[in-house]
Nanobody, 126 residues
């Protein structure tokens, strides 16, 4: 079974960049779709980026387009989230998640993901 471990969070100022990592040990072809979610205090989890591991294709919500980029390193079984021009409203715990299966659609909701990392805190000060 896949195990996910995030790293790279921290405290930054508005306008700065951060790169999050998600090491995915035990990942198989059944975990072709992986995603980044975030959860701000008092709010539900929300998807940030979804990636299809097999071809690297990605899908983003509007708030992430142009600022966030998901990528992966096949050799290291690691997924990344490059976040640029960070804003205070980006403050949240960021999670990576793995979907079991290879759907033809983009899973966008937390319940569609079966394996989660422990999360990494990102705090953006104004």
């Amino acid at each position: 079974q896949v195990k996910l471990v995030e790293s790279g969070g921290g405290l930054v100022q508005a306008g700065d960049s951060l790169r999050l990592s998600c090491a995915a040990s035990g990942r198989t072809s059944q975990n072709d779709v992986m995603a980044w979610f975030r959860q701000a205090p008092g709010k539900d989890q929300h998807w940030v980026a979804v990636m299809r591991w097999s071809d690297g294709s990605t899908y983003y919500p509007d708030f992430a387009k142009g600022r966030f980029t998901a990528s992966r390193d096949n050799a290291k079984d690691t997924m990344f989230l490059q976040m640029n021009d960070l804003k205070p409203e980006d403050t949240a715990v960021y999670f990576c998640a793995a979907h079991t299966g290879s759907p033809s659609y983009w899973p966008l909701f937390p319940y569609e993901y079966h394996t989660w990392g422990q999360g990494t805190q990102v705090t953006v000060s104004s």
